[in-house]
């Protein structure tokens, strides 16, 4: 049998797996292994099996993984999301749909600092949609803002799975950081500009409010000091290479605890919560990279990801055509597949393609993760939409999914974008680091 | 020795190693932290503080796991439970159970040799002149540990919502 035939029913095997409630890391190490042993024999992929969960786990790179997970387990105990909407919330009064905008804001700064898509839509939810009801917003505008805001944490560093995709990819971390931030920004920026748009036409969806000074707004503003300093200390220093992004992650994890011991906001149960929460998701975390590591080595030796290549090349596929293809895929994966699964499953098998037709591993990896947002929100399985209507179940799901529905296009421009101006990826890792 | 018991045993086992691996977190980051700070403050970096970040890294995953393994917090795609019967739901989870003991057992097996060689070869750490075998045994122990979690994940009740419980 064919290398390449070997791989695709691997690939179905991994799925058909997925389907029948196989956990991730079963399904990708048990493919993974058995694909090995038929494509190198047994004993090689034993001696494999044996030494992949070692280097893993004793990876220095990868201790930046649960110091980012505790920075952002701490910070949601803290508040810091609740001084984040309050300080938006004042900032933007008087503005039309300010609060869906503080909202996005905040869920923007929070998600950047938490790293969790859901923890961020569930926190922000409860933060922000009784205020939004309250002033009479439209529950599909207010809980699609929270969901689309509830994304973003992913892609704007420190990004969780940025650090996954750099494990995979062997990319740098720092790199990767610098190539998040302005897509991160700029679909923050789309999503208000949605904001701004839907309820310049249907004003009865958000209503006028009051105004504030301009002494309130700025002494609001002040409130935003510790997520400020958490993020230019953390991802500051690793922009500027003060830090590694260890040192960045411990010394946000740290300054997270003591900020919040100082503010007599965390009590030890909090902390230990905080801990222990971090310990149980990174326990699934790196079962999972073990799993992923046997997967994309089974990926490389069945040359898959070149037969697809080959395969485009003979049908006159072009690169923008190839990548064009990679991404409905990808949002067709997302509606059944949680966002990092998605990542360590799809990406040894894509990215050796998408490198072969002359793309950036780095562009990439932020064209991957904007994608697994757009997973995160689109009906009918967006898991940020069931989010939003388990803390609000009197919002019905079809008035979450038409309020989500203009947030769509959000992503969607980006991503058009980023294929005509890889720049603005790019330019900021150049800027810092020299070309790659 | 009813199964509440049984599962009871299985709990202690996977609260000790949470415990052990929230240790080594903790570690992780005060070691970085100083290392950090006497490095910009004093020129003076902790001698061998990347190897410690490493293993404690080795404690943290290797003995982090297993609640993952007890409680059956490991990420599946639920897809089917929306529209199976609960039987068939219920089987798949009781036959994801046994699949989850043989992988990470596979796993362990593995790692065995690997762990007998850097054991007789007698490598050691370079700043740290700490045999690495250290390192393995502690990774082994972690996994014996989960393999164990893994096993008393039997003994809780195939619930499709079981996994919702606070650690």
């Given at each position: 049998m064919?290398?390449?035939?070997i791989?695709?029913?691997?690939?179905?095997?991994l799925f058909t797996?997925?389907?029948l409630?196989?956990?991730?890391?079963?399904?990708?190490t048990l493919?993974g292994?058995?694909?090995?042993s038929?494509m190198?024999?047994v004993m090689p992929?034993?001696a494999?099996?044996?030494?992949?969960?070692?280097d893993?786990?004793a990876?220095?790179n990868?201790?930046?993984?649960?110091?980012?997970?505790?920075?952002g387990e701490?910070?949601?105990?803290?508040?810091?999301?609740s001084?984040?909407?309050?300080?938006a919330?004042v900032?933007?009064?008087?503005?039309?749909?300010g609060l869906a905008?503080?909202?996005?804001?905040?869920?923007?700064?929070f998600?950047?600092?938490c790293?969790s898509?859901?923890?961020?839509?569930?926190t922000?939810?409860?933060?922000?949609?009784?205020?939004?009801?309250?002033?009479?917003?439209?529950p599909?505008?207010?809980?699609?803002a929270l969901a689309?805001?509830g994304?973003?944490?992913i892609l704007?560093?420190?990004?969780i799975?940025?650090?996954?995709?750099?494990?995979?990819s062997?990319?740098?971390v720092p790199?990767?950081?610098?190539?998040?931030?302005?897509?991160?920004?700029?679909?923050?920026?789309f999503?208000?500009?949605?904001?701004?748009?839907?309820t310049?036409?249907?004003?009865?969806?958000?209503?006028l409010?009051?105004?504030?000074?301009m002494?309130?707004?700025?002494?609001?503003?002040?409130?935003?000091w510790q997520?400020l300093?958490?993020f230019f200390?953390?991802?500051g220093?690793?922009?500027?290479?003060?830090?590694s992004?260890?040192?960045a992650?411990s010394?946000?994890?740290?300054?997270?605890?003591?900020?919040?011991?100082?503010g007599?906001?965390?009590?030890?149960?909090?902390?230990q919560?905080?801990?222990e929460?971090t310990?149980?998701t990174c326990?699934v975390l790196f079962v999972?990279v073990?799993?992923a590591?046997?997967?994309?080595?089974?990926?490389?030796q069945?040359?898959?990801p070149?037969?697809?290549a080959?395969?485009?090349?003979?049908?006159n596929?072009?690169?923008?055509?190839?990548?064009?293809?990679?991404?409905?895929a990808y949002i067709?994966?997302?509606?059944?597949?949680?966002?990092i699964?998605?990542?360590?499953?799809?990406v040894p098998?894509?990215?050796?393609?998408v490198?072969?037709f002359g793309?950036?591993?780095v562009?990439f990896?932020?064209?991957?993760?904007?994608?697994?947002?757009v997973?995160?929100?689109?009906?009918?399985?967006?898991?940020?939409?069931?989010v939003?209507?388990?803390?609000?179940?009197?919002i019905?799901?079809?008035s979450?999914y038409?309020?989500?529905v203009?947030?769509l296009?959000?992503?969607?421009l980006?991503?058009?974008?980023?294929f005509?101006?890889?720049q603005?990826a790019?330019?900021?890792?150049?800027?810092f680091?020299g070309?790659? | 020795?009813?199964r509440?018991?049984?599962?009871?045993?299985?709990d202690?086992?996977?609260?000790?190693?949470?415990r052990?691996?929230s240790?080594?977190?903790?570690?992780?980051?005060v070691?970085t932290l100083?290392?950090?700070?006497?490095?910009?403050?004093?020129n003076?970096?902790?001698?061998?503080?990347?190897?410690l970040?490493?293993?404690m890294?080795?404690v943290?995953v290797?003995?982090?796991m297993?609640t993952?393994?007890l409680?059956?917090r490991?990420?599946?795609?639920d897809l089917?439970?929306s529209?199976?019967?609960?039987?068939?739901?219920v089987?798949?989870?009781?036959f994801?159970?046994?699949l989850s003991i043989?992988?990470?057992a596979l796993f362990?097996?593995?790692?065995i040799?690997?762990?007998?060689?850097?054991?007789s070869?007698?490598?050691v750490?370079?700043?740290?002149?700490?045999?690495i075998?250290y390192f393995?045994?502690?990774?082994?122990?972690?996994i014996?540990g989960?393999?164990?979690?893994?096993?008393?994940?039997?003994?809780?009740?195939?619930d499709p919502h079981?996994t919702?419980?606070p650690?």
């Open positions: 064919a290398a390449s035939t791989g695709a029913i691997g690939v179905l095997a797996m997925l389907f409630r196989v956990p991730v890391w079963i399904a990708l493919v292994f058995i694909g090995n038929i190198l024999g992929t034993l494999l099996a044996g030494t992949v969960p070692f893993v786990g990876s220095y990868l201790s930046v993984l649960p110091l980012f997970i505790l920075m701490v910070a949601s105990e803290t508040g810091l999301s001084d984040l909407f309050k300080a919330r900032a933007l009064a008087g503005i039309r749909g905008i503080g909202a996005l804001a905040a869920s923007a700064c998600g950047a600092v790293g898509s859901l923890a961020t839509a569930a922000m939810t409860r933060i922000a949609l009784p205020d939004m009801r309250k002033a009479g917003y439209d599909g505008l207010a809980s699609g689309a805001g994304s973003l944490g704007i560093p420190p990004s799975i940025l650090v996954i995709y750099s494990a995979i062997e990319q740098s790199r990767l950081f610098a190539a998040g931030l302005v897509p991160g920004l700029l679909l923050t920026a999503y208000m500009l949605i904001v701004v748009i839907v310049h036409f249907r004003k009865d969806y958000a209503p409010g009051g105004s504030a000074t002494r309130e707004r700025l002494r609001a503003l002040k409130g935003t997520f300093a958490l200390v953390t991802i220093g690793i922009y500027a290479g003060i830090f992004p260890t040192e992650a010394i946000g994890a740290a300054g997270a605890i003591a900020l919040g011991i100082a007599r906001r965390l009590s030890f149960a909090a902390l919560r905080s801990i929460g310990v149980v326990g999972i073990f799993g590591n046997l997967f994309s080595f089974f990926m490389v069945t040359q898959l070149g037969l697809l080959a395969g485009a090349h003979a049908a596929l072009s690169g923008p055509a190839v990548m064009v293809l990679i991404v409905i067709g994966f997302g509606c059944f597949l949680e966002a699964g998605m990542l360590l499953i799809t098998v894509f990215l050796p393609l490198t072969q793309y950036d591993p562009w990896g932020v064209i991957v993760v904007i994608v697994a947002e997973g995160l929100i689109h009906p009918p399985v967006g898991l940020n939409l069931f939003i209507q388990a803390h609000a179940p009197d019905k799901i079809t979450i038409r309020g989500i203009p947030f296009f959000a992503p969607l980006l991503l058009v974008l980023m005509f101006f890889p603005i790019l330019w900021l890792p150049k800027l680091y070309a790659g | 020795m009813n509440t018991k049984a599962y009871a045993l299985f202690r086992l996977r609260v000790a190693q949470l052990l691996a240790l080594a977190l903790i570690v992780m980051m070691v100083l290392d950090v700070f006497l490095r910009y403050v004093f003076s970096p902790i001698h061998g503080a990347y190897e970040v490493e293993a890294l080795v943290f290797f003995h982090g297993s993952a393994f409680k059956r490991n990420i599946v795609i089917i439970d529209f199976a019967p609960r039987t068939l739901v089987a798949l989870i009781r994801t159970d046994l043989a992988t990470i362990a097996y593995a790692m040799t690997p762990a007998l060689q850097s054991y070869y007698g490598e750490k370079m700043d740290l002149q700490v045999p075998w393995w045994a502690t990774a082994l122990l972690g014996a989960t393999i164990l979690c893994a096993i008393g994940a039997l003994f809780a009740p195939a079981h919702d419980e650690v």
